[in-house]
């Protein structure tokens, strides 16, 4: 069965940091794009960060930019998140997604298919 | 960025009726649209893919349709377990990737 399995969520304080993993079973982990989406207490989802299969490309919503870093560990099929100066604003669910690839127009597109049931970040002094 | 927009925000439908739940894109996205279901406490679900594809082990009363700006979800008969916010989202047009900001089905 194709599994993704959060974990490392926590309270942390504002400007504080935290790494957010995510445990990837049942497939070959190697071969996905892999992305972090979040969502804030009842609000919608919100894509975070994409990593390509190598981990040579990474892609952040503006927001995140220059505070989150998204990696991956091929070998150990896991993901990565790492936060630092955290703000109230990024409590949240952080769910990881796997991304198959699809070839059209002479262009690749991803899209999410499998998820994990996330891990809560809460960002509070 | 393209901007997705849902409506409505809510649907009340009764058990074995049919819903209709709409999605439009700012500009194109060809046919490069998914939705995904969520129900309370859980993960998001992908439902549809390509506008119109099912996922793996969807049942055929979900339907997608659609292309360019407008989209639209159809849940032909609904079941007790349907009963759920449903999201859209553009991959056409990367970063970023977008979503709607959701329509909620509940039982009337």
């Known amino acids: 069965e194709e599994q993704l399995v959060e974990s490392g969520g926590s309270l942390v304080q504002p400007g504080g940091s935290l790494r957010v993993s995510c445990a990837a079973s049942?497939?070959?982990?190697?071969?996905?794009?892999m992305s972090w989406v979040r969502q804030a207490p009842g609000k919608g989802l919100e894509w975070v960060a994409t990593?390509?299969?190598?981990?040579?490309?990474?892609y952040y919503v503006d927001s995140v930019k220059g505070r989150f870093t998204i990696s991956r560990d091929n070998a150990r099929s896991s993901l990565f998140l790492h936060m630092n100066s955290l703000r109230a604003e990024d409590t949240a669910i952080y769910y990881c997604s796997r991304n198959p690839e699809l070839w059209l127009r002479a262009n690749y597109y991803y899209y999410m298919d499998v998820w994990g049931k996330g891990t809560t970040v809460i960002v509070s002094s | 960025e393209i901007v997705m927009t849902q409506s409505p925000a809510t649907l009340s439908v009764s058990p074995g009726e049919r819903a209709t739940l709409s999605c439009r894109a700012s500009q194109s996205v060809y046919s490069d649209l998914a939705w995904y279901q969520q129900k309370f406490g859980q993960a998001p679900r992908l439902l549809i893919y390509?506008?119109?594809t099912r996922a793996t082990g969807v049942p055929a009363r979900f339907s997608g349709s659609g292309s360019g700006t407008e989209f639209t979800l159809t849940i032909s008969s609904l079941q007790s377990e349907d009963f759920a916010v449903y999201y859209c989202?553009?991959?056409?047009?990367?970063?970023?990737?977008?979503f709607g900001q959701g329509t909620k089905v509940e039982i009337k």
């Open positions: 990593i390509k299969q190598d981990g040579s490309e990474e």
């Open positions: 049942g497939f070959s982990f190697r071969t996905y794009w």
């Open positions: 989202q553009q991959y056409n047009n990367w970063p970023p990737w977008t």
């Open positions: 390509g506008a119109s």
